[in-house]
């Protein structure tokens, strides 16, 4: 099971944290990625990262504004999102598979089959 949290209303340039709590199994374990959903637009990937591997893979709207970490001690991922604009405003999902997904569909939704069940950020101008 996957608990995220951590969202809420913002004005644009602040920060936000978001966590996803993992139940059941070991988070480090396989792949974890972060998505979001936008009013009207599709389930984007944002961030994710896969065992074995260095460091965490961004989308290109994000990247150098979102780091994703994770805490093994906690079985908690983590999504810091920095200098936020109104285009992050979302519902964000963390999402889990329990082997390693190949790096071209890290943050492609279909091979993830454990998600949480979503936190909204809403980013005012």
């Known amino acids: 099971q996957l608990q995220a949290s951590g969202g809420g209303l913002v004005q644009a340039g602040e920060s936000l944290r978001l966590s996803c709590a993992a139940s059941g199994f070991a988070s480090d374990y396989g792949s974890v990625a972060w998505f979001r959903q936008a009013p009207g637009k599709e389930l984007e990937g944002v961030s994710c990262m896969r065992s074995g591997s260095n460091g965490a893979t961004y989308a290109d709207s994000v990247k150098g504004r979102f780091t994703m970490s994770r805490d093994k001690s906690k079985n908690t991922m983590y999504l810091q999102m920095n200098s936020l604009k109104p285009e992050d405003t979302a519902v964000y999902y963390c999402?889990?598979?329990?082997?390693?997904?190949?790096?071209?569909?890290?943050?492609?939704?279909?091979?993830?089959?454990?998600w949480g069940q979503g936190t909204e950020v809403t980013v005012s101008s």
């Open positions: 999402a889990t598979r329990f082997t390693r997904i190949v790096l071209s569909m890290c943050l492609d939704p279909s091979p993830y089959n454990y």
